[in-house]
């Protein structure tokens, strides 16, 4: 899936599943259709299928950021 094709898919305030790629201090990333946004302050164990909100979108960075959902 391209960035495009994730724009058009998903909006802010939709709840997508992903899984857990990385633990950092601040939270948890989560890959969702092959892009990675970070859950702040969430913490799951790597590998972890997890249902997440989507906060914000920074189309320009390709980057989006999540809550719990």
Same mark, same amino acid.
């Given at each position: 899936? &391209?960035?495009?094709?994730?724009? !058009?898919?998903?909006?802010? +305030?939709? !709840?997508?599943? +992903? @899984? /857990?790629?990385?633990? !950092?201090?601040? +939270? &948890?990333?989560?890959? &969702?259709? +092959?892009?990675? %946004?970070?859950?702040?302050?969430?913490?799951?164990? @790597? %590998?972890?299928? !997890?249902? /997440?909100? *989507?906060?914000? *979108?920074?189309?320009?960075?390709?980057?989006? =950021?999540?809550? =719990?959902?």
């Amino acid at each position: 899936m &391209s960035w495009q094709d994730f724009l !058009v898919r998903h909006k802010i +305030g939709d !709840v997508i599943e +992903g @899984v /857990v790629t990385q633990q !950092v201090p601040f +939270g &948890s990333f989560v890959e &969702s259709d +092959g892009f990675t %946004g970070l859950a702040y302050q969430q913490t799951w164990p @790597v %590998g972890t299928r !997890v249902s /997440v909100r *989507i906060l914000a *979108i920074d189309a320009e960075k390709q980057r989006f =950021s999540l809550a =719990s959902a």
